[in-house]
């Protein structure tokens, strides 16, 4: 089993930034892949970032250009910084991991951007 905790969610107006995080109990070395999801109300969950095990990285269209995704490898962390967000950036962000081909997901951490 693998347990993620997911922080750094909260409110911020357009233009701002946030950044989350998401601690992993297991060596981020074990995962064929680490990314972050979100969810907004009455949508289907979306891919937003994810990073592979040798390094490369995907964003989603939306987010090109103002989210980062990065690793921890000693805290076994994996970050998101959010910049320029928009309205429409408004979501639950999950953390999710492929461990041994079987995904895991935190509990989900609310962003809300609006003025």
């Known amino acids: 089993q693998v347990q993620l905790v997911e922080s750094g969610g909260g409110w911020v107006q357009p233009g701002g930034s946030l950044r989350l995080s998401c601690a992993a109990s297991?060596?981020?070395?074990?995962?064929?892949?680490m990314g972050w999801y979100r969810q907004a109300p009455g949508k289907q969950r979306e891919m937003v970032a994810a990073?592979?095990?040798?390094?490369?990285?995907i964003y989603a269209d939306s987010v090109q250009g103002r989210f980062t995704i990065s690793r921890d490898n000693f805290k076994n962390a994996v970050h998101l910084q959010m910049n320029s967000l928009e309205p429409e950036d408004t979501a639950v962000y999950y953390c999710?991991?492929?461990?041994?081909?079987?995904?895991?997901w935190g509990q989900g951490t609310q962003v809300t951007v609006s003025s």
């Open positions: 297991t060596s981020i070395f074990s995962f064929n892949s």
């Open positions: 990073i592979r095990r040798i390094g490369s990285s």
């Open positions: 999710n991991v492929d461990y041994r081909s079987r995904p895991f």
